[in-house]
């Protein structure tokens, strides 16, 4: 089975049959030796590749975990080749995007309406969290095809602060 | 000394003060809000008083509650901690009425270092250097762009009731000045309650360096070097050092002299701390910290001195004993903060539940930590959740200890900021000790090894397999989760009499 796997923003492949509780793996299409014995259930991994020992913490499930490697750290995502397939036709249908709250804060002050052109790192909005005022930025020049949130209100994580739709034409 | 002593704190503090007090025969009072039910200084204490409420305002910072605990469990005195009520002189103020004696210095000098404006006029009248700019309020932007003509920019906007980082703004031209102003405004009422904000000069590559003092109530004062605080984030320290690589001895005994005048300046007793902003081989007084500093462990590795033991020794009424010439300055030591917060999406706060911990150990590694498996970290508290602190010989080597200790941290649930400090202790100009308090700002720390990658996509791959294959041989997914659900509500709750009516723990063995 292969797997396409991001790691910190970069695309990896690994490919693994297993027979007998002995993986056979590929990475980038270079073949190593990998044991891998889970130590407890809570995320803790000793891994053996080509004879190099690593202490290995893992979080997360299936198509998203967090890997820490002697005190690094390692954002990935991953899927198979049939979700990869699965993905493919939604990938090609990117635009302005929906701008979600990453932590709980107070939304203080609005600084765009429905309808408004931004630019590029444009502010949308004031979110407070942790007693600081961050300034939340279009990541791209769009215009604001909907505002979630009203000023004052407590969001969570996750929530979604404001839809983007992408520009006709650029400006 | 005192037979018992209540600590209005939590995390790793309180511990941090337990910990000094029992090994003094002093016995310790924990408070604990409802969240901390099961906290570590809630079950490492003597005692555990509860507050009630989840919120620091219901509990942490309720004068009213921790007055009552502390006659109700017959405490003789009130140490603060830091952060909370550690730099409020009304409960200072009432904890002295009351009786008890105040871990701290007195509430005068607290009113007098904690108004930013006021502690500048004292700061200059007394000899010591502060930073070009006004001593007044400004009153809006308009009267902060001609004041600005004659400090000079590029200049910092600071809230006078101020600390922690919030509420400041640095500003490089007048046009950046209004945005700049309202935003700084907004920030400090939210944050203290008093919008006023004053002006000075944002000094060119600087250093922040601390010298750590301690005055008993005799007159005597001596000053325990220099900290090093350069390695921070919008004034948030990440990594502090003891000594400083930029101070040498004769500026060391200079910079410490003058601390000791500002501390006198204020009628200072116990342990504080003077920040300088050093700039240029200029040193300028910023602040004075009037209670115990997250970073004083450094200090304490490098001289010997337990500082706690220090503050209870003094508040008891003791007097030093010792001169400046007897401080021991031994070795190098480093404190990294770990704190629960994603480096690499620009240190934005992350919560969730400790899983999956391990602390690292070995030789001269110190872990004040407040973490425990289970412990959940949510917005309610300060998002530092413990220290890992080294001593070794020289620099070189405490550096490369700290890296090592960090490679053995792993804190599961949450993102800390350890990466950073990995990326920091590995950057060139911490190294040769070229840098500044822009050295954080300037680095980029989701950068990793294509090597490590594909290790941590091979574990990636292999955990999914795992889960997959677990799954497939348990009984059907409803069924356990809803055994688990029930095996998860294991806190019983009792009828209990009013809040605080009785001590709930006594005697308890850490």
């Known amino acids: 089975m292969k797997y396409f796997v991001k790691v910190n923003g970069r695309d990896h492949e690994v490919q693994v049959e297993e027979q007998a509780d002995q993986f056979s793996v590929e990475v980038d299409g270079a073949p190593i030796r990998v044991s891998y014995e889970e130590v407890d259930n809570l995320g803790q991994v000793a891994m053996n590749v080509d004879g190099m020992a690593h202490a290995v913490s893992i979080e997360g499930d299936a198509n998203i975990c967090h890997v820490v490697m002697a005190g690094f750290s390692f954002e990935v995502e991953l899927e198979d080749e049939r979700e990869r397939a699965a993905h493919a036709a939604e990938r090609e249908n990117v635009g302005g995007g929906v701008i979600k709250s990453v932590m709980p804060g107070v939304v203080i002050e609005l600084l765009v309406a429905e309808g408004d052109v931004v630019a590029e790192g444009g502010p949308l909005l004031i979110l407070e969290a942790m007693k600081m005022q961050n300034e939340i930025d279009s990541p791209s020049a769009s215009r604001v095809k909907t505002v979630h949130v009203a000023q004052g209100e407590a969001v969570s994580a996750g929530q979604k602060l404001v839809t983007l739709e992408a520009l006709e034409e650029p400006e | ?510």
């Open chain 2, 1 to 510: 000394m005192f037979k018992r002593i209540l600590i209005a704190n939590r995390g790793e503090i309180a511990l941090r003060i337990i910990r000094s007090a029992r090994e003094m025969g002093t016995e310790s009072v924990a408070v604990f809000s409802d969240f901390d039910r099961n906290a570590l200084h809630t079950r490492m204490a003597n005692m555990a008083m509860p507050l009630g409420g989840k919120l620091p305002s219901e509990s942490y910072l309720s004068i009213d509650k921790i007055l009552e605990a502390a006659k109700a469990s017959g405490a003789e005195a009130i140490h603060p901690g830091y952060g909370f009520l550690a730099e409020n002189a009304e409960f200072a103020k009432r904890v002295v009425e009351a009786g008890l004696a105040w871990i701290g210095p007195p509430p005068e000098s607290i009113i007098a270092m904690g108004d930013k404006i006021e502690s500048r006029r004292i700061m200059s009248a007394a000899g010591v250097p502060v930073v070009p700019g006004l001593t007044d309020p400004v009153d809006d932007f308009d009267a902060a762009i001609q004041a600005a003509e004659g400090i000079g920019y590029p200049i910092a906007i600071k809230a006078s009731a101020g600390g922690g980082g919030k509420g400041i703004r640095i500003v490089e031209s007048p046009d950046d000045m209004e945005a700049a102003f309202r935003a700084a405004s907004g920030e400090a009422v939210t944050a203290f309650g008093d919008g006023r904000l004053y002006l000075e000069r944002y000094l060119d590559r600087p250093r922040h360096i601390e010298i750590q003092v301690l005055f008993d109530g005799e007159g005597n004062g001596v000053h325990l070097y220099e900290r090093e605080c350069s390695v921070q984030r919008r004034h948030q320290k990440l990594l502090e050092e003891c000594p400083s690589i930029a101070v040498d001895e004769e500026l060391r005994a200079k910079m410490g002299e003058v601390a000791l005048r500002a501390g006198r300046a204020v009628g200072y007793v116990g342990a504080g701390t003077v920040e300088f902003l050093f700039s240029n081989g200029e040193f300028f007084f910023l602040e004075m910290n009037t209670r115990l500093q997250v970073e004083h462990p450094v200090t304490e590795m490098v001289t010997g001195v337990d500082l706690v033991r220090e503050q209870l020794r003094v508040a008891a009424g003791e007097a030093l004993g010792y001169e400046q010439a007897d401080i021991p300055r031994n070795g190098w030591s480093i404190e990294v903060r770990i704190n629960a917060e994603d480096p690499v999406t620009g240190f934005l706060p992350s919560t969730g539940t400790i899983g999956n911990l391990r602390l690292p150990g070995g030789p001269w590694v110190r872990v004040d930590s407040g973490m425990f498996r289970g412990m959940e970290v949510g917005l309610n508290y300060d998002p530092m959740l413990a220290k890992i602190v080294v001593w070794a010989p020289d620099r070189n080597q405490a550096v490369a200890r700290m890296i090592r200790a960090l490679q053995e941290l792993h804190v599961g649930g949450v993102r800390t900021g350890a990466p950073a400090a990995l990326a920091v202790l590995n950057d060139e100009r911490f190294l040769s000790g070229d840098f500044d308090t822009s050295i954080l700002a300037s680095m980029d720390f989701g950068v990793t090894s294509e090597e490590e990658e594909r290790l941590a996509a091979v574990a990636a791959v292999i955990h999914r397999r795992q889960m997959a294959k677990r799954s497939a041989l348990s009984r059907s997914s409803s069924s356990r989760e809803g055994w688990l659900k029930r095996s998860r509500n294991t806190v019983a709750t009792y009828p209990a009499a009013t809040t605080l009516a009785a001590p709930t723990v006594e005697g308890g063995q850490a």
